[in-house]
T-cell receptor, first 113, second 115 residues
Framework: DAKTTQPPSMDCAEGRAANLPCNHSTISGNEYVYWYRQIHSQGPQYIIH???NNETNEMASLIITEDRKSSTLILPHATLRDTAVYYC??????????????FGEGTQLTVNP | EAGVTQFPSHSVIEKGQTVTLRCDPISGHDNLYWYRRVMGKEIKFLLHFVKESKQDESGMPNNRFLAERTGGTYSTLKVQPAELEDSGVYFC?????????????FGPGTRLTVL
């Protein structure tokens, strides 16, 4: 699976948009971009995933650049409950190892009141 | 719908003892995964079941770890004998059958402390 690079930490004011970047310059054509988060002492939580088109769900939006070498997770109106470590994961789908998630160090997002 | 559940939530054992962790996936989820985070490290994949079969066990650290999923429902992860470096949080996740690109739903984890 392609390696991802994320900033170690970010801060955001409550009610503002949180934009979390991720670089995945070695991504292959059959690899998806996934975002998970881990709130302290809980299990990782799925947020969103995409292949090449931008995606939106009730939690967030995912913007993938045209060359697919980077992406941004957007939390449109961050709340204190969004404070967590956010993981950007690039994942090959299919094959013997196609199901595993490879977690990096992620970005610690702190939403401030 | 109940989520992924794990038992126990915490376990404290002495080096050399045996511990068995249990995971109950979401009903109907054929895919079951084990991950763990040891102190100061990243979350690492251990293995993947499809129903009762081990699809990928390449992440299992050594033969002291044994995972089973008899009947394709709940799974157990046994550590025997436990070593100090096995301390960490063990997560279980499940996903829908045949849904390779779908999301994995994680349980709350079992915090294992080996003294």
């Amino acid at each position: 699976d392609a390696k991802t690079t994320q900033p170690p930490s970010m801060d955001c004011a409550e009610g503002r948009a949180a934009n979390l970047p991720c670089n995945h310059s070695t991504i292959s054509g059959n690899e998806y971009v996934y975002w998970y988060r881990q709130i302290h002492s809980q299990g990782p939580q799925y947020i969103i995933h995409g292949l090449k088109n931008n995606e939106t769900n009730e939690m967030a939006s995912l913007i993938i650049t045209e060359d697919r070498k980077s992406s941004t997770l957007i939390l449109p109106h961050a709340t204190l409950r969004d404070t967590a470590v956010y993981y950007c994961i690039v994942r090959v789908v299919g094959g013997a190892s196609g199901s595993r998630l490879t977690f990096g160090e992620g970005t610690q997002l702190t939403v401030n009141p | 719908e109940a989520g992924v559940t794990q038992f126990p939530s915490h376990s404290v054992i002495e080096k050399g003892q045996t511990v068995t962790l249990r995971c109950d996936p979401i009903s109907g989820h054929d895919n079951l995964y084990w991950y763990r985070r040891v102190m100061g490290k990243e979350i690492k994949f251990l293995l993947h079941f499809v129903k009762e079969s081990k699809q990928d066990e390449s992440g299992m650290p050594n033969n002291r770890f044994l995972a089973e999923r008899t009947g394709g429902t709940y799974s157990t992860l046994k550590v025997q004998p436990a070593e100090l470096e096995d301390s960490g949080v063990y997560f279980c996740a499940s996903s829908q059958p045949g849904h390779m690109i779908g999301s994995q739903f994680f349980g709350p984890g079992t915090r294992l402390t080996v003294l």
